[in-house]
């Protein structure tokens, strides 16, 4: 598991570097190592207005906790994935955002970090 642990920070701490604002280290947590809260703008979440007739769209910021969840089993390591998201809140008549509200992961962030942990692997 030494080699899928190293791998794991290596990609998480990628994940930490692309945040604005970028967020230091990856956390252990006994068998998970995970980040911090890293932000982003989406591109599938959104919020759509009209203003004078004109048609507008605004992308939700959102931040997301990436983790890989390792332990060592019979037939090797066993590996999760774990993702934790949150989107801004968007005061509809103001624009001003709210506050930050749980929301279910989106699918492709769990393909994402398989892809990650996949390519460290690969390098190693």
């Not at 910021?61 to 090797?76: D, H, N, V």
């Not at 769990?110 to 892809?115: E, S």
Request: hydrophobic content about 30%; charged content about 30%.
């Amino acid at each position: 598991p030494a080699v899928i642990r190293s791998a794991a920070r290596a990609a998480l701490d990628s994940l930490n570097h692309e945040s604005d604002p970028p967020v230091n280290g990856s956390i252990k947590e006994g068998d998970v190592l995970r980040t911090g809260w890293v932000y982003g703008v989406s591109k599938n979440r959104f919020v759509e207005y009209k203003v004078n007739g004109r048609s507008g769209r605004k992308e939700l910021r959102f931040r997301r906790k990436y983790g890989y969840g390792i332990t060592p089993s019979l037939a090797g390591t066993d590996v999760s994935l774990q993702v934790e998201e949150e989107s801004m809140q968007v005061d509809l008549k103001t624009g001003e955002e709210k506050g930050w509200k749980s929301v279910e992961a989106d699918p492709a962030a769990y393909d994402m970090l398989g892809r990650r942990l996949t390519d460290e692997l690969r390098q190693r």
